[in-house]
């Protein structure tokens, strides 16, 4: 089981997307996947339309047993390879400032350790944490929780700072509280190609952290708009742009999946279409 928390400083880059885009990457694969929406937004939830629960995030974080863990997750409207641990409007209060800040930040890892197993294992393969928009106390305690952290950023302005500020957070936390935490980089998205603004962003983006920038983009396409409002995965949408971003999204998944892995693992994944 691999678990990816997906984070930005700033909000509205693509977290949620980029979420769902791997979940419905990862269901074309077959590969159960469980999103928990960390977010009080709750916008990753809104768009699994997962069934009615009887517990949500804030009743997980305040009491992490399995009995509760087990009632606040629900299958998808996608279909039984994506389960959603559902989000809560109320889970902004365990994102404000403590008197004990570094109290209660590992809640999030204790209830992950309480996902049914059976003789295998737990029964998904990659678990993808849906981030605030903020470094605060949720996204550290995904960031403590995961073992790979996936910075999002679009190319603006004020993306060098964001994710500078960003990969500083994943490694204070990698030092402090989990050495488990593998960095995956920054993906870029909405990228326009032919917008020269945006190519000399992702210049400069790399400048600056090199290899750290994911070699795959996400294209700024109507149809991720689309699929989300209708609560569809994008690989089911049909239209060229929802494909050229689906493409984008298995690229991504292979990625992050082969992360850490031996580089021949790596090659011999390479000569596999299928994660291709
Ligand atoms: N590649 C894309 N092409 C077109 N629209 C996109 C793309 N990525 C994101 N969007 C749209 O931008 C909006 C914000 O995206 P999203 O909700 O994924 O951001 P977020 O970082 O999760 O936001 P928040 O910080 O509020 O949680 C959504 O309406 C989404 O559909
Ligand atoms: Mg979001």
């Not at 916008?43 to 995030?57: C, H, I, K, Q, R």
């Not at 305690?141 to 995961?146: D, E, P, V, Y």
């Amino acid at each position: 089981m691999h678990t990816v928390a997906v984070l930005s400083l700033k909000g509205g880059v693509g977290k949620t997307t980029v979420v769902l885009g791997l979940a419905s990457a990862a269901m074309r694969k077959g590969a159960r996947t469980l999103v928990v929406d960390l977010d009080p937004q709750c916008n990753a939830t809104a768009s699994l339309e997962p069934e009615a629960t009887t517990a949500g995030l804030s009743d997980v974080l305040a009491n992490p047993t399995a009995d509760t863990v087990t009632r606040a997750i629900a299958a998808s409207s996608w279909g039984e390879d994506v389960d959603v641990l559902v989000g809560s409007e109320d889970a902004e209060i365990h994102n404000g400032r403590r008197e004990d800040v570094e109290n209660g930040l590992g809640t999030l890892t204790e209830a992950l350790a309480e996902l049914p197993h059976d003789e295998e294992g737990p029964p998904y393969q990659l678990v993808l944490l849906d981030c605030p928009p903020s470094l605060g106390r949720l996204t550290r305690s995904a960031l403590i929780a995961a073992d790979r952290a996936l910075l999002v950023t679009e190319p603006t302005i004020f993306a060098v700072s964001g994710v500078q500020r960003a990969f500083e957070a994943v490694q204070a936390e990698r030092t402090a509280n989990n050495p488990r935490l593998q960095p995956l980089g920054v993906v870029v998205n909405r990228i326009r190609a032919r917008s020269q603004e945006h190519q000399f962003r992702v210049e400069e983006l790399r400048d600056i952290f090199g290899p750290l920038v994911m070699p795959v983009a996400l294209p700024d396409r109507l149809a991720v708009q689309q699929a989300q409002g209708a609560c569809v995965p994008i690989h089911q949408w049909g239209t060229p742009g929802a494909r050229e971003v689906a493409l984008a999204f298995n690229l991504l998944l292979a990625r992050t999946l082969r992360a850490g892995r031996s580089r021949s693992v790596a090659e011999e994944d390479e000569t596999d279409d299928e994660w291709e």
